[in-house]
Nanobody, 123 residues
């Protein structure tokens, strides 16, 4: 079983940047996809982006062009670079390890989750 720990969240002004990290222990990411999701108060958890072991990425339309996912397989760590942040990006951000090699958008396609890190963007 893999354990995931997110870090890097915080309070930032609109237009600012943050970089989240997701460190895995227990086992390596391997060949499966890994992803970032977020959940705002009163809303369902939503897909942010995902990455395949070879660097192939997919993103939600709401973050495309502003967020970037990368993964260091040697360090077993995934990153989420968030630029041009908006107040609507405020949420708890979760990293997850998928069940498939191909990056997918569904919450149910990911079986291991971190505890989340809070990102708050002020206007």
């Amino acid at each position: 079983q893999v354990q995931l720990v997110e870090s890097g969240g915080g309070l930032v002004q609109a237009g600012g940047s943050l970089r989240l990290s997701c460190a895995a222990s227990g086992r390596t990411f391997g060949a499966v996809a890994t992803a970032w999701f977020r959940q705002a108060p009163g809303k369902e958890r939503e897909f942010v982006g995902a990455i395949r072991w070879n660097g192939l990425t997919i993103y939600a339309d709401s973050v495309k062009g502003r967020f970037s996912i990368s993964r260091d397989n040697a360090k077993n760590t995934m990153y989420l670079q968030m630029n041009s942040l908006k107040p609507e990006d405020t949420a708890v951000y979760y990293c997850a390890v998928g069940q498939y090699i191909r990056p997918t958008l569904g919450v149910r396609d990911y079986g291991s989750w971190g505890q989340g890190t809070q990102v708050t963007v002020s206007s």
